[in-house]
């Protein structure tokens, strides 16, 4: 099982609100990656970073950041949150070596916004 | 027309039936193709991984690739109630490292 944990599992917040939806991984992976998952629909990518100060926006960002200071952490904050926000949050990561290294994803924040 | 697409079922089989799970995908530069498991309430894992055509197998799985038809299949073996997950399939292009995912298929093994 890969070492990836998010936290918190669960988080209900009122409209407006500012969170920030943390993740880390031990396995020393420089690549990590944020998604958005809905039932029945695709992973759609928000943010990626391939190294320490390194952040990228996928193809959707939904109006929100990430910061990228340390190897292990790859935290994603909504400044403003709003109901369209609702929706499951999965980090993965990936390793150092070459393009064969797959995705290993920690087991997603589930977010409410109301 | 999305990237890789995926039926999302629900597919329902009894227990020891032969699954087939199936993806179609339209980039040709896709070279890398991958299957997840997901549980409820669970992150996305690591099911099988191959490069390019051909098939891999791992005790009750088999991953297929046939490039020319750009379609991707997983087979399970003699099905387990414990299968019962949701499968997403992905493939990427050498030279990326971002998957494209599709929408995954449910399934359920009923005993």
């Known amino acids: 099982e890969a070492d990836i944990y998010q936290t918190p599992r669960y988080l209900v917040i009122g409209t407006g609100k500012k969170i920030t939806l943390e993740c880390s991984q031990t396995?020393?992976?420089?690549?990590m990656y944020w998604y958005q998952q809905d039932p029945g629909m695709e992973l759609h990518l928000i943010h990626y970073?391939?190294?320490?100060?390194?952040?990228e926006k996928g193809d959707l960002s939904s109006e929100s950041t990430v910061s990228r200071i340390r190897t292990e952490h790859f935290p994603l904050t909504l400044e403003s949150a709003r109901p369209s926000h609702t929706s499951q949050y999965l980090c993965?990561?990936?390793?150092?070596?070459?393009?064969?290294?797959?995705?290993?994803f920690g087991n997603g924040t589930r977010l409410t916004v109301t | 027309q999305k990237e890789v697409e995926q039926d999302p079922g629900p597919l329902s089989v009894p227990e020891g039936a032969i699954v087939s799970l199936n993806c179609t995908y339209s980039?040709?530069?896709?070279?890398?193709f991958m299957w997840y498991r997901q549980y409820s309430r669970k992150g996305p894992e690591l099911l099988m991984y191959?490069?390019?055509?051909g098939n891999k197998e791992d005790g009750r799985f088999t991953a297929q690739v046939d490039k020319s038809s750009k379609y991707i299949s997983l087979f399970i073996r003699d099905s387990q109630p414990s299968d019962s997950a949701t499968y997403l399939c992905?493939?990427?292009?050498?030279?990326?490292?971002?998957?494209?995912f599709g929408r995954g298929t449910s399934l359920i093994v009923h005993p």
């Open positions: 191959t490069y390019s055509s």
């Open positions: 396995m020393g992976h420089d690549k």
């Open positions: 993965a990561s990936s390793g150092t070596t070459d393009y064969n290294s797959p995705l290993h």
């Open positions: 980039n040709s530069a896709f070279q890398y």
């Open positions: 970073s391939y190294g320490v100060n390194s952040t």
């Open positions: 992905a493939s990427r292009q050498g030279g990326s490292y971002i998957p494209t």
